[in-house]
């Protein structure tokens, strides 16, 4: 009698019975690398709670199509994953995720990498969400510059990304004016200013802007509010960003 042994056989026989792979736990380190080369392990788990944090893909030309890592990061911030040349983001792996990458090509030392998991990188190839709230009363009544919200505020993962901000506020005394606008590394995003304008002693209104801002992964987020004069109150406030890709 003639035996086939099929793909599936194969694997189950090479993967699950024979092959014990150890996994690498790397605690994260402020702004440091972890380097792969042609010898490191497949399985690799990331702890901590540091940010800044990078992988470095091997040289592609130093492996076999075909070779894979499984990577878990159980820390919790997002790690930034770059090509061999180190300055190609290949994706983001977010915090408390999975991404498993296989050499699909070797032609160049960045390569070609198919991946699958909780991983963004590209536009539509994932999302990344912020969503930051506080129900702690804001008071502005000095001064007319624009001031940072309390809580309101972060530095995002590379990418460009869609921004809500939107507050419930109170307004003490007539024709009071205020405004609400993003920064972005302590810069005014134009495009974000909205304007308000009271028309009763006590005016009680909810207050919002919009933008799409694209982040390097270094530049802090902040909403700010100024008003012309009298008192401002802000109560339940909310914050949300969704990364729409590179």
């Known amino acids: 009698m003639t035996h086939y042994i099929d793909n599936a056989n194969i694997e189950q026989n090479l993967t699950h019975v024979s092959w014990s792979p150890t996994i690498t736990i790397t605690p994260t380190t ?48 997002p790690i930034q994953i770059y090509y061999n040349d180190t300055t190609t983001l290949a994706g983001t792996l977010l915090a408390s995720a999975y991404v498993s990458i296989t050499l699909e090509s070797n032609t160049t030392t960045n390569g070609s990498w198919l991946r699958w998991g909780a991983y963004t990188g590209g536009t539509a190839s994932g999302i990344l969400n912020y969503n930051i709230s506080s129900s702690t009363p804001f008071t502005l009544s000095t001064g007319t510059a624009d001031t940072l919200i309390a809580g309101m505020s972060l530095t995002p993962t590379q990418g460009t990304y869609a921004l809500w901000y939107d507050g419930s506020i109170v307004i003490t005394g007539n024709n009071t004016v205020v405004r609400t606008t993003f920064y972005k590394a302590n810069a005014i995003w134009t495009d974000s200013l909205r304007t308000i304008e009271s028309s009763v002693s006590t005016f009680n209104t909810t207050h919002s802007t919009i933008a799409i801002i694209q982040f390097t992964g270094s530049e802090l987020l902040e909403v700010r509010v100024a ?20």
Do not use: H
């Open 30 to 77: 402020l702004n440091g690398t972890a380097i792969f080369t042609n010898t490191t392990g497949c399985i690799q788990e990331f702890t901590g709670t540091a940010t800044g944090f990078k992988i470095r893909l091997p040289n592609a030309q130093t492996l076999t199509t075909g070779w894979k890592y499984d990577l878990f990061n159980s820390s919790t911030v």
């Open 227 to 246: 008003r012309s004069s009298n008192t401002l109150t802000i109560n339940g406030r909310s914050l949300i960003m969704i990364r729409l890709g590179d």
